[in-house]
């Protein structure tokens, strides 16, 4: 049992949780681990979810995996789909187009799956209210569902905010729309333009270019900055907000955040919202490492293959590499970073996305893609795999040393409560910022030479060199001494009269006093 989950399970029927994120499979997982511990706080949750994530994530589906197990720990967890049709995994989108046009492409899905989900919503809640039989006792919507926040003001159900990503991602979306506000800042319209590489200073977080802050929402030719630009105003109007992080990781981001909500409640003569770290949601004891039941959807009927590899290799001797499910590797890329990981001598288990499908490679195999003879020369130091892998299980395998990411946050999350050091290859979104973060904060990780602006492909050359120094250089060991500090200390924020668990029993204390209708200030 979690850290968090310690002591019985008390039982609240009256108290019953909306939770809302985007259709998104990375979005619906955090969520998840946090249903789970709101549920077994006794608190009734709805999860709102299509039904591909469910299977995917074997929340429902032919293997039934949480809710069956859930039910007969006596959780009670529910399911709810949208009906919205979401973009799962990266599919070759883009062809031989540019990454500035594919880029457009993707956004311009997630800008219209995010649409229909709001207008869907407010049909659902509508409809239940007029029943009256199954009001929410508050909605927890996910951050880059400010339509889904608004809807739940608008019919006065409680509307808190839930962020999948870090504090410091909220921090710069609320900062940098107040100084375009007031005339001090004009962002460049791409961050593919010049302009973007130039230096920019968020509370809080360390110096980084203006494209590395969030690129779905931060420019205005991309599709997602009208729903980007009223995030700002959601977190600011919120009466509680979420982080999925824990505060010990982001300390500074954490103060200045609640000092923006501060002064803007102060501006409207109200009281500022309330700033919870709830991660990081994840069974850190050594018996749960290997009994996620996150397999989406995959019945594990005997050891997976990943870690019958990691079993024949070295103690942290393995770079472990994945890359989202958001975006797609050029099929030149993936051969350099293939031929570099193959010079650099160092065991490595890496999981590609399908390659971006071209007239030369029209395929989203990635063996069609790789280099045969590579293939064929690292077999039993080295694997590449398509598909599904259990990247917690595989985190937490003694044989792991390295991740080369892309940051996104439950990757980077997972890497930190496991121990893992990481090389940082992001590719979009707030990943550049995380990765910023990774290497100049908190120093758990070590940056390829990558410009955002750039065409250029990173060559095999690069890649050896980091994975090198990762594993053998006094950069790397450091890395290593640190990242096992934020492990040490997301292990006592969730353990008893650490600052997660302590937040969660306020929360769920809030929670039940708002079933009761009394105040929860």
Same mark, same amino acid.
């Given at each position: 049992m979690d850290s968090l989950s310690i002591g019985s399970i008390e039982g609240n029927a009256e108290a019953n949780v909306w939770l809302v994120p985007v259709v998104y499979i990375s979005h619906v997982r955090p969520f998840l681990r946090f249903a789970k511990q709101l549920a077994r706080h006794g608190v009734t949750v709805t999860l709102f979810c299509n039904k591909e994530d469910a299977e995917r994530l074997g929340i429902d589906g032919p293997n039934n995996t949480i809710l069956g197990s859930w039910k007969r720990e006596g959780i009670d967890f529910r399911l709810r789909d949208f009906g919205v049709e979401g973009r799962q995994i990266a599919d070759g989108l883009g062809g031989e187009c540019d990454d500035q046009t594919r880029l457009r492409l993707e956004q311009n899905k997630w800008t219209r799956a995010i649409d229909e989900q709001t207008e869907k919503f407010e049909l659902i809640l509508k409809w239940e209210l007029e029943r009256g039989q199954s009001k929410p006792t508050c909605i927890i919507s996910d951050y880059w569902c400010p339509g889904v926040h608004a809807t739940a003001v608008k019919y006065r159900v409680p509307a808190w905010v839930f962020s999948p990503f870090p504090v410091g991602c909220a921090t710069s979306v609320v900062y940098m729309s107040a100084l375009e506000a007031k005339g001090i800042l004009k962002l460049p319209a791409s961050p593919f333009d010049k302009e973007a590489e130039e230096l920019i200073s968020v509370p809080g977080m360390p110096l980084m270019r203006i494209n590395e802050l969030d690129t779905s929402s931060s420019f205005v030719t991309a599709p997602l900055y009208p729903i980007g630009k009223n995030i700002g105003p959601s977190l600011l109007q919120a009466e509680v907000v979420l982080f999925s992080t824990f505060q010990e990781l982001e300390p500074k981001p954490v103060i200045e955040f609640k000092k923006i909500l501060t002064n803007a409640a102060s501006k409207e003569n109200r009281e500022a919202g309330d700033v919870y770290t709830v991660g990081p949601n994840l069974d850190l004891s050594s018996e749960g490492l290997f009994e996620s039941p996150e397999r989406n959807g995959h019945e594990e009927k005997e050891r997976d293959p990943c870690l019958k590899f990691l079993d024949t290799q070295a103690e942290r001797s393995v770079l472990y590499g994945a890359f989202g499910c958001n975006w797609n590797l050029l099929p030149e890329q993936m051969q350099e970073m293939a031929l570099g990981l193959e010079s650099s001598?160092?065991? #490595?288990? @890496? !999981?590609? $996305?399908?390659? +971006?499908?071209?007239? *030369?490679?029209?395929?989203?195999?990635? #063996?069609? @893609? !790789?280099? $045969?003879?590579? +293939?064929?020369?690292? *077999?039993?130091?080295?694997?590449?795999?398509?598909?599904?892998?259990?990247?917690?299980?595989?985190?937490?395998?003694?044989?792991?040393?390295?991740?080369?990411?892309?940051?996104?946050?439950?990757?980077?999350?997972?890497?930190?409560?496991?121990?893992?050091?990481?090389?940082?290859?992001?590719?979009?979104?707030?990943?550049?910022?995380?990765?910023?973060?990774?290497?100049?904060?908190?120093q758990i990780g070590i940056e390829v030479t990558k410009s955002y602006a750039s065409a250029s492909l990173v060559d095999r050359k690069e890649v050896e060199t980091k994975v090198r120094a990762l594993f053998q250089s006094e950069q790397g060991k450091i890395a290593r001494k640190n990242v096992q500090k934020y492990r040490d200390l997301a292990i006592r924020s969730i353990s008893q009269n650490g600052t997660t668990f302590n937040n969660m029993k306020t929360i769920v204390a809030r929670i039940r006093d708002l079933a009761a209708g009394r105040t929860t200030k």
């Open positions: 001598g160092q065991p #490595f288990l @890496v !999981l590609f $996305p399908p390659p +971006v499908r071209s007239d *030369k490679y029209p395929t989203d195999d990635i #063996f069609d @893609v !790789l280099p $045969p003879d590579c +293939v064929e020369r690292i *077999k039993g130091r080295g694997l590449f795999v398509q598909g599904w892998v259990p990247q917690v299980q595989i985190l937490a395998h003694p044989a792991v040393g390295g991740f080369l990411s892309h940051c996104g946050f439950n990757s980077y999350l997972e890497s930190v409560c496991m121990g893992v050091p990481i090389i940082t290859w992001p590719l979009v979104c707030e990943q550049y910022m995380n990765a910023r973060y990774i290497v100049d904060e908190i």
